[in-house]
């Protein structure tokens, strides 16, 4: 018997063509193929759009449009006969304020019909007309750079609206050197450019960029695009298009789709909530939506007009004159360069849109913990540094006890690693803001080597000789995602009190520290069991191995009482430190200070 998504998959052509069987409908609902109406209605001022469908044979074409609500509406129905008909629908967009997409269903009458492509077209000028530069920051991943760029050596009409590729390269295993690099470099010719620089994160690799591409007339953008990504290069092109049309400047970014599991949708829109500066995506419970098991048609909550606060940089579209006005992004090294960029955008009024339509694959988070490891120390300073920047709350909310409480949970799981180099961000921050570009290229090298002083952040690997703790694995009966049995409201309290004074009073049993007591999974492993044990035995979270965490109690009391003490003393200098940071800001993301960096560590 042969195998159906075979079948189905022969009926694939190419990209622009596909055979449609002999009494079989297909429909182009789809998340890359419908035109998402909503977000060109809300943002744009186009009014008309015109769908051209091209067939040969004979088949009925129809066209639905949604609702916010993913309520399905038939606004056409078409039959065509012969070879390579160009059929066209004129669409206007006045319906769909809260939401909506358009898209169109191919069916073929006794004998097999072609479809041999479609496009969504407007007669209405764009706002602007100019081209986007590319900017790929890349550390140490020259396999994905090379594919990328193939991708777009491949792509002529995305090529169309690229002025330059530059490719920021802050590693030591270079692209260049790859081997199928001179192939693709002939290509591209002088559309790329390699520009070597040291390690500065990602922001400073996505500043450079942004230099790079203000000194070309020709680029109305940069298009920012991480390295360990696959691209759709139609998406670079539509998002350079949408840019063009928006009525006021505007920020163009891509959705997220995991590489390693491409049905699956990661992130979409994504906020700041103010009260605690915290990021999140919209309906961040219903993350990632896997398309395997529900398509666009099938999910209405994809049918919903998103507004999103910020973008991820894994693919991102910024105006020039956006980066003219407010400058460039923060000398934040990772972690939250992408969302305080956007947030001092949007206070300026200039809006991002989270784009449905315009995506990548990119690797996910699943099998990471970077809250644990060196980046601990980017997530703490730069969330607390863009508070100072853009909350509207007064001492940031309750930002300040958010932190003292991630502080706290870290402790009770004998993380001691994370919460030194949380500390080390708080006095950082309280030091001022001229801190952030002297330490940009040696904080992370600095962050790693602290490491060494705690045995927690060693991962035992497999050797064949099971590493044991003395009473077992502990499993738990697995809950629905996004549902936990930890302590909520007195009981949480009542656990928090009672684990803090036992962790300072009661030092751990000789024989929890020769053996670990207790192994958890890494999924199992959360604040509220681990904390109960002397020591205990964690799957590492990308499953590489095991790392064992012991409780040591002079170490818990010093940095007990530090977090006391560093985070009261944020909470009393935050008026001065919110005014002293905002003052620096300007000369902070100038490109001037940018370019001034850049030759200093060249």
């Known amino acids: 018997m042969r195998d159906t998504n075979v079948a189905q998959l022969s009926n694939v052509l190419d990209r622009h063509r596909a055979r449609i069987v002999a009494g079989r409908r297909v429909s182009f609902g ?50 065509v006969r012969g070879e390579g008909v160009d059929s066209t629908f004129d669409l206007v967009l006045d319906q769909y304020s809260d939401g909506g997409w358009i898209w169109f269903d191919v069916a073929a009458d006794r004998t097999d019909a072609m479809f041999e492509g479609a496009q969504w077209t407007t007669e209405q000028e764009p706002v602007r007309a100019g081209n986007a530069s590319i900017g790929i920051t890349t550390f140490n991943k020259p396999d994905y750079c090379v594919t990328t760029l193939q991708a777009l050596a491949d792509s002529p009409d995305v090529l169309d609206v690229v002025d330059r590729v530059f ?43 942004m230099v790079e591409t203000l000194q070309r007339p020709e680029s109305d953008f940069v298009q920012l695009l991480d390295d360990d ?64 098991v529900a398509n666009l048609r099938q999910t209405p909550m994809l049918h919903m007009r998103l507004d999103a606060d910020y973008n991820g940089w894994w693919m991102c579209l910024i105006p020039t004159s956006i980066l003219r006005e407010i400058g ?37 988070w699943v099998g990471k913990d970077d809250s644990i490891d060196w980046q601990a120390y980017f997530h703490a300073r730069n969330r607390i540094v863009a508070a100072l920047l853009h909350s509207r709350s007064p ?10 409480r991630v502080d706290l949970k870290h402790l009770m799981m ?21 801190h952030m570009r002297e330490t940009l290229d040696r904080a992370m090298p600095e962050a790693r080597l602290i490491a060494q002083k705690h045995p927690e952040t060693r991962i035992h690997k497999d050797s064949g000789v099971p590493l044991r703790s003395r009473r077992g694995r502990q499993v738990f009966r697995r809950l629905k995602k996004n549902e936990f049995d930890s302590p909520t409201g007195l009981a949480l309290r009542t656990f928090t009190i009672r684990t803090l004074i036992s962790h300072w009073v009661h030092a751990p049993r000789p024989e929890n520290l020769e053996q670990p007591e207790v192994e958890f999974g890494k999924g199992d492993a959360h ?75 060249a």
């Not at 990772?334 to 849109?353: L, M, N, S």
């Not at 044990?533 to 012991?550: C, F, P, Q």
Request: aromatic share 12%.
């Open 30 to 79: 789809t998340y890359f193929n419908a035109f998402p109406a909503a977000y060109w209605q809300h943002w744009t001022a186009v009014r008309e759009v015109r769908l051209s469908v091209r067939t040969s044979g004979d088949a009925t074409i129809l066209v639905y449009r949604s609702t916010g609500g993913g309520t399905r509406q038939r606004i056409e129905t078409r039959e």
């Open 167 to 209: 490719l920021i390269d802050q590693g030591t295993a270079l692209v260049s050197d790859e081997t199928e690099f001179p192939e693709v470099a002939a290509r591209l010719g002088e559309t790329l450019q390699v520009v070597r620089q040291p390690n500065l994160g990602g922001s400073g690799g996505f500043a450079r960029a």
């Open 229 to 292: 990504v696959r691209i759709e290069p139609e998406s670079i092109r539509r998002s350079v298009v949408f840019g063009r049309y928006a009525s006021v400047p505007t920020i163009v970014g891509a959705h997220m789709f995991d590489l390693l599991d491409r049905p699956k949708l990661h992130a979409w829109a994504e906020v700041v909530d103010d009260e605690p500066f915290m990021w999140r995506a919209l309906f961040q419970e219903r993350l990632p939506h896997d398309f395997s």
């Open 328 to 364: 460039l992004s923060l000398p934040a090294f990772i972690k939250w360069d992408d969302a305080e960029f956007c947030v001092r955008a949007r206070d300026a009024g200039y809006p991002t849109v989270s784009m449905p339509g315009v995506a990548l694959w990119h690797v996910s």
């Open 395 to 404: 001492r940031g909310g309750t930002l300040i006890r958010h932190s003292r």
């Open 414 to 434: 004998m993380q001691y690693y994370p919460v030194e180099l949380r500390h080390r961000a708080l006095r950082d921050i309280l030091s001022g803001p001229a």
């Open 527 to 601: 604040w509220w069991r681990v904390p109960l044990y002397d020591s205990a035995l964690v799957s590492a979270a990308d499953g590489s191995g095991k790392n064992v965490y012991t409780r040591d109690r002079a170490q818990f009391r010093r940095m007990l009482l530090d977090t006391v003490r560093l985070h009261r003393r944020l909470q009393r200098e935050w008026p001065r430190l919110s005014k002293q940071y905002r003052q620096a800001l300007p000369d902070m993301v100038s490109e001037a200070q940018w370019r001034a960096t850049f030759e200093e560590r």
